[in-house]
């Protein structure tokens, strides 16, 4: 299962540090905020995650009544409200999120 960073608390620790190599400069602190320096850039580029839109939550309604449709016709061996189930609803969630982009 994916683990997610908060990324205001991961600035929040980043920016602790840059004032700690404000206050004991050394070549050691000073690398760790040049470090510091370039993950803040990396993490400037990131996209943050949002919450499902209702456009996802119809998304996954309308995949839900597919993989249900499928399970009655015997078109895939799933049985309903099952770990298997949901897994198969999120996969193929997944798949359409991915070929939009």
Not at 51 to 73: K, N, P, Q
Not at 75 to 90: A, F, H
Request: proline content about 1%; overall charge negative; charged content about 35%.
């Amino acid at each position: 299962m994916a683990q997610y960073i908060n990324k205001d608390a991961l600035i929040a620790e980043i920016e602790k540090l840059k004032d700690e190599a404000k206050i004991h400069p050394s070549d050691f602190v000073c690398g760790r905020l040049s470090i510091c320096k370039e993950l803040m850039n990396f993490l400037d580029t990131l996209e943050v995650k949002e919450g499902l839109t209702w456009e996802d939550i119809r998304e996954i309604y309308i995949i839900f009544a597919e993989v249900d449709t499928e399970i009655e016709l015997c078109k895939v061996d799933i049985k309903s409200e099952t770990i298997g189930y949901y897994q198969e609803v999120l996969k193929r969630f997944k798949e359409g999120k991915e070929s939009k982009v």
